[in-house]
Each structure stands twice: as C-alpha cells, then as structure tokens.
C-alpha cells in the first residue's frame, strides 16, 4: 500500500497536464496514511437520483446512463467557478485519478467520471466541450470522463435535490468574489455500480489517495 | 479516575452539591461549527436561533426553536421574531447545522427524536419540516446531543440507551435527508467507558474525537436525588476517545478524569491541537501529536476547582489564539489566552449572569451571546434561575452589555443551545 502511495505520490507532483479551464497544478500530500483498501466499509448513503441531462452533442440522455455499471465519481461544477477549494479542485483530483486508474488495468474498465454542471443557463453543451477540452476525446487511458449539463433549471432542480448539492446565488456573503460566482458546497459522490452514492466528499476531504483507496474498498467489497 | 475521583468529591459536601449542579453543554456558535459547514457568517449576523426548553405552565410548555433579531441596524434589534414548538417536552439540548447550512437538527435527551428546521427558505422563520424518530429502534441509543455534519450526513453523539438508560451510549449516523445510516458504539474495550458526549473532526488529519459525560438516569434525575446517590456518581465519563475518521474506528482511548465535554480544535490552519474542558475537575486539556502519536495532556486550571465552578461550554476564537469559558455554578465568563496552548493563561473575567451555560461568539470575535440553561432538574431555583439570552460586545479589554431578552418574560422556557443565522442564506 505504502509503495502504491509513493508511486501516486511521485505522479500526482509531477503531473501537470494542460487544460483548457484549469492549470492542473500538483496537489499537496495528504497529511495522515488513509486505511488501507478494504479495512473499512462504505455504507449505502443514498440513491444517486435520476433525470435528464445533455451530452456534449446537446442530446439528451438519463443520468442513470452514467451512473450505472461502473464505479462512478461525480461532481457538480460551473465552468467560470474560480474558488480554488472549489471546482478548480475537483478538476485536479478527477484529472489525477484518471492516470491513477488508468494505470492499474484492473481498476480502469470499472471505473468512470461524471462532471456535470449546475449553471445550464451558462454551461451549454458548447461550453462544457470547451471546458473537457481533450479529456473526453483522450482515449489512451481508458477511462471515461463524461461532461454533461441539463437543458434548464427546472431539469437541473431534481437532481441537486437528489444528490442534496445546494447552490444559491452569493448576495452578500461574505466569501462571494462577483456577481458571476455560484455559492456551493463542493460535493463529489462516489456511486457504486448498483447506483447508490458510498461516499460524498467535500473540499476539504477530497484528494486522490482517499479517493482511489475508496474505489478499490468497493471493488473489492461492492 | 471517575471512581477515585467521585470519592473525593463527596468527601467534600460542597463540592458534592457543585458536581451535581454541573453537566454538560456542548458546540455553538460560529467558530465552532463542522469543518464542513462552508457557509460561515463572517460579517453581522441577523438572527441567534435558540433551542428552548419547555417549561410546565409557560406558554405552550413545548420545547422550541426561538428565533431572535440581533442585528444591530435593525428595527427589531434584540427582539424575538418568533417561535416554533415541537408539541413536546423533551429536555431540549443540541443542534446543529446540515453541510449546506439549509437545515438545523435539534433533540432532546429526553427522548430518541431529532427535530428538522427548514432555515433557508425563510431564515427569519424557520419552520419545523420533519421529525427524525428511528434512532432508538436503529441503534438503541437515547439522547441525541450533539449534531455534526459530515459531507452528505450527519453524525449524532447521543449521550445514552434505551436497554438501562445508563451512560454506555454511541453515534448514530444519517444521511443529509434523514435516513439511518450505520450505528458506532464507543469503545468499551481499551481503556473505554462507552460514554459519549461531544465530538469534533480535523479531516486533515483523519482523526475524530470524542468526549464522555453521563447516562440518561443522571441527567434526567433530580439533583437532590443524586447527590445522595454516591453509586450513581460515579457514572460518569473520564474518557476522550480518538477514531480514525475515514474507517470509523477508534484508535486510542485518552484517560481525561472528570467529564470532558466541549471539544474544540483550533481553527487555524497551522494548527492541529484540539482543547476541552473537563467539567468536574475544572481543568483545560490539550490533544495533539507528539512525535506522531496523539496525546492527551492537563495545561490549566479554570477557576478554583476546590470551588467547583463547572466549567459548561467553550468558544474558541477563530485564530486559535483565544478560549471562552463558561462556569455555571459562579455565573462566570472568562477568556485565556491561548498563544501558547500548552500553557492557557486566563486574561479576563465577568459575572455575566447568576447560572451561565452556553457561549458563542460572531466569527469576529466582537459579540458574545450567552444563555442560562443547563438541565431542566439540574438549573438553579428561585431567584438564581434566571433564563435568559444575553448579548455581549467584546473589545478585547471589556464585555459590554448589548441587550437582553428574559426568556421567562417572554413566556418561553430555559434558554438553551444557540445558532447563528443570516438573511444572506436565503435559498428557494
């Protein structure tokens, strides 16, 4: 475990592949040694909801297309987010795990990420295409990476009901930085293949190592 | 210790009478919430919601959540907006914010319920939504007391049992909309005692901690009653326990005599050190690494402990740098200084009322909000039982009284458990 650790360790300092919405800078070590895969279980939270969302052609698909089957990690974001422990983070940490699953060929074809926006009046299909840049269309590593919005407000409501992801406009709070700038939770769920939400990480949880040891616990205990 | 420890307040008749008017108290205000609650209020709060005890013949008698005007600009500045009550009578202690700030669960220790409050939709009025009643038939636990939101969930500390109503107690844990999770019991084994009390988490480090108080037939028993009881004294909690947050599993049992309740961890990002207070022996405890492993070490004395002075509720500044301490027995609020946290030295103090409880303070550090309650059998009689909320200003050499509001007056029970709130956090 140790080694596997190191090993991410070394890649996630030295990766730091472009992007076209976020600089992927090295993400700081985590400052505790997780427990090991397996040593620990991850109860049933929640359902993860269902409802319509757009692909990045603008056709419409089921949620639970993308959270069926595979492991499935998923964040809600908006494209212009610049608080830095907010989506510009979970964007780090979905781009490290993808090398991390993508190099362990018993994780890779189990495993996917979902990225779907919560400001559809802004996050169009064509905006979200330009914000996955190649990460959709980067075949090599083999693991999925989805960018989905929703077609309206009313179509995003039930799913951040269902997943209980709050979003409000800032007026007046005190960490707002513009009028643009969404107020939320970070929150990133992680759904086994049967479509219930096993973990749910916030800013100050969510890093790769956690996050890996998490899809190897439910691989090796769906 | 709690044995050796219960002897030799007996021993002493006063301190015998002081150690019963003691308990506990636990978390308020805006620098003591869950890490991972995002949605502080750093600048003016417009409301202190105050989770109310029922009093037989006052008012409806239910316990409820009482909402008071703080801001100062305001045209109702210290008034009570309204109330909303439960129906029951239930010992009405704790609450506690959902991640996402949108609700606060509240209970009592007198039964296995956990009330839901909608304080978004109007913050102002915050409304009772759902009623929370599987607790005991999920985990046989009784009493939740404190509430802390985890991502998605909250994790409940209850402080007892259904089977005998005895201090041997756990956590409960739910997910954001109310559905029962998973049950953890506190340790027994290693030096545990099974008691629970308050809990806090510092994710950077993976660690949860815990702390330990006392069983249902304690709490809910009438004071006369108990100090008479020399067997029934010694069951309470001298333990804090330390888990491993991701697994839930408790790693090391810390020995901490004389009830350690409210547990603070400092809210500075350098830091790693978290400090409580231990209700019966009147001393501050630090828990933080050494060489790597956690430790549990006394660094100061609150008061006079010969004098017992009870020391209920804790509010640390948000640098780390500063600790509010509430004893009730002398109605006495004091500050220590805590730059260096293995050496707190007490700065400043003030009677603030004749029985003090809870403290919370603006994230600022500018107001103090203080309330009175501490038990409904446990609160002081005749004159001494004041119930109040009463607000302060803090310039850093002197409290200053801002206002007042009589809970008594006003018809609405023992002041409790306080929680910030703002019109900013208006959400559909």
Redesign the interface.
Known sequence: VRLRAAALAAWLIGAAAPVLAHDVAPLPAL??E??APG???L????AAPDGEVLDLDGRPQRLRTFTRERITLLGFVYTTCVDPDGCPLAYRVFDALRHAVGDRPGLRDKVRLVTLSFDPERDTPAAMRAYAGTRTTERGLGVPWHFLTTRSSRALAPLLEGF?Q?V?SP?????ARSRSEL?H???V?LIDRDGF?RE??????LHPR?VLNDIETLVMNP | MTAHCVQRSIAVAACLLAWVLFVGTAAADETCNSPYIAKLIKGQEDYVYVWTLGVEGVGDGSDKLVTIDVHPKSKTYGKVLGSVSVGTRGEAHHMGFTDDRRFIWAGGLAEPKIYVFDIATDPARPRLVKTIGDMADKTGYLGPHTYYALPGRMLVQALSNTRDKGGVTGMALYNSKGEFIAAYPMPTEGGGDGYGYDLAVNPKKNILLTSSFTGYTNYMRPLGELVKDPEAMKKFGNTMVAWDLKAMKPTKVFSVPGAPLEIRWSLNPADNWAITAAALTSKLWLVKQDQGVWQAKEVGTIGDPAKIPLPVDISITRDGKGLWVNTFMDGTTRYFDLSNPEAPRQTYEKVTGKQINMISQSWDGTRLYITSSLLANWDKGGADNEQFLRAFAWDGKELKPAFEVDFAKERLGRAHHMKLGSRALKSP
């Open positions: 400052d505790y997780p427990p040593t620990y279980t109860h049933r939270i929640m209980g709050d409000r007026r007046g709070l005190s960490n107020s939770v970070l929150k769920f939400v749910v990480y916030s800013s100050t949880f956690t």
